[in-house]
């Protein structure tokens, strides 16, 4: 039986691809704010302005955005694109709204080297303690999202609690799996009254069952061959950073903060990269618009050898991206029947309570022992905090306010 298409494509005609690209080029340039801000720029765009969607039909996809590891405003832009005008909307849309953004974080890195003096060390500080006060904000705002009752509380505690003792390079895939076991048998209820809260609108989403099925099967033969292959070639560094991304990308439920812990493990911990470069490059990305997760574009830069500086960037890049796009295409035909699962949405509540727990104790460290080193570093990034929460300042503003304080300090030492 063919899908039918979607109700708004009865009201609205498709676009080309070109004209998606150029509408999500002009997003990927002036959506600032990070993820949840991100979808507040397309319902505005999308549904609003340009009656793309409908808003039964939106908040169903930010919903899916939510239920799949992956970028949640990079899934929202992406199946826009799909829904208006296929596979090669969906390309450009994804193209127009990451590229900005991929671009200025490259440029980032290519300057790092050049920041080894006191305005630099000053500045890379100062970007280190934005950090502390964005990733403390989103600790607190998923908290409160992802954590409302007892059950889903206490698996955020015990993921904490499993990682202050657990170091190894499988800790972050050991807590998330063992988190969705724990909501699949202590929040069924819970989760399901949460996905029945705002019933939609049912859509058939006018998507190939077909391109679904090859959509999972890439995805799945990429997470498990890419480390067969890497051992069979005997492991160039080009395709074993992608592998690293790529994983890093099939993991990360509950939006772009939580890479943070995933990369550090992936890059810092193995050694790939110092961690106050780390810092400061996630600290840069507050400051960027499109999406949180181009700060694979700054490591992947710095990670290259010689002069392969573009190859790496474009590598990690692709690999963070590509799991959660392609899980989209593989689950976007069957979303309405899976998210009326409590089995299902019970796992993915768990799931997403020990990403609080991960969070958390990436903040701890490094996030929170390599940037505040002094009671003014403290004041400083309780500042920050402050306005973020209590007046809801730009995170660009937080940017400049944290720099300008870390030269300001460097200078005065």
């Known amino acids: 039986m063919k899908p039918k298409p979607s109700p708004q494509s009865e009201d609205t ?6 004209e998606v690209l150029r509408v999500f080029l002009q997003l990927g340039c002036t959506s600032f704010g990070g993820p949840i801000a991100h979808i507040g720029y397309f319902h505005r765009e999308f549904v609003e302005r340009r009656r793309w969607l409908d808003d039964a039909t939106f ?3 930010f919903a899916l955005s939510q239920f799949l590891p992956g970028p949640a405003s990079s899934q929202v832009g992406f199946s826009i694109g799909l829904l208006r005008a296929g596979c090669w909307g969906g390309m450009a849309a994804w193209l127009g709204f990451t590229l900005p953004s991929a671009l200025l974080m490259a440029a980032c890195a290519s300057i790092a080297p050049q920041l080894d003096n006191p305005f630099g060390n000053g500045l890379i ?31 955020a505690l015990a993921a904490l609690a499993l990682l202050s003792v657990l170091h190894s390079v499988y800790a972050q895939l050991v807590t998330i799996g063992g988190g969705a076991l724990l909501g699949l048998a202590f929040c069924r209820t819970s989760a399901s009254a949460d996905s029945h809260t705002a019933p939609h ?4 989403y006018a998507l190939p069952r077909a391109a679904s099925g090859m959509a999972l099967a890439l995805f799945c033969a990429l997470l498990a061959g890419l480390p067969a292959l890497e051992a069979l070639l005997s492991s160039p560094w080009a395709l074993k950073l992608f592998d690293v991304f790529y994983r890093s990308g099939a993991l990360v439920f509950g939006g772009g903060h939580v890479v943070l812990p995933l990369l550090q493990q992936a890059t810092v911990a193995s050694g790939w990269i110092p961690a106050n470069a780390f810092l400061a490059g996630y600290g840069a990305a507050q400051a960027m618009p499109g999406p949180l997760f181009t700060f694979a574009s700054y490591l992947g830069w710095i990670m290259s050898p010689g002069a392969h500086h573009w190859i790496g960037a474009l590598c990690a890049t692709l690999g963070i991206f590509l799991p959660g796009l392609l899980l989209v295409i593989a689950v976007l035909p069957h979303w309405q029947a899976l998210r009326a699962r409590p089995a299902i949405a019970a796992l993915f509540a768990g799931a997403n309570a020990a990403v609080v727990g991960l969070l958390a104790s990436a903040f701890r460290t490094p996030v929170w022992t390599s940037a505040v080193l002094s009671a003014t570093d403290l004041v400083i990034a309780l500042i920050a905090l402050l306005l973020l ?17 870390g030269i300001v300090e460097s200078f005065a030492r």
């Open 201 to 204: 609108a049912i859509h058939a």
């Open 59 to 61: 908040s169903d996809l």
């Open 125 to 155: 500080h100062g970007l280190k303690l934005v950090a502390v006060a964005v990733v403390a904000q989103a600790i607190w705002d998923m908290a409160r999202r992802l954590c409302p009752d007892v059950p889903r509380a206490a698996i």
């Open 389 to 405: 929460v209590r007046w809801r300042v730009r995170p660009l503003f937080i940017v400049l306010l944290c720099a300008a304080a």
């Open 13 to 18: 005609p498709t676009s080309p691809p070109f």
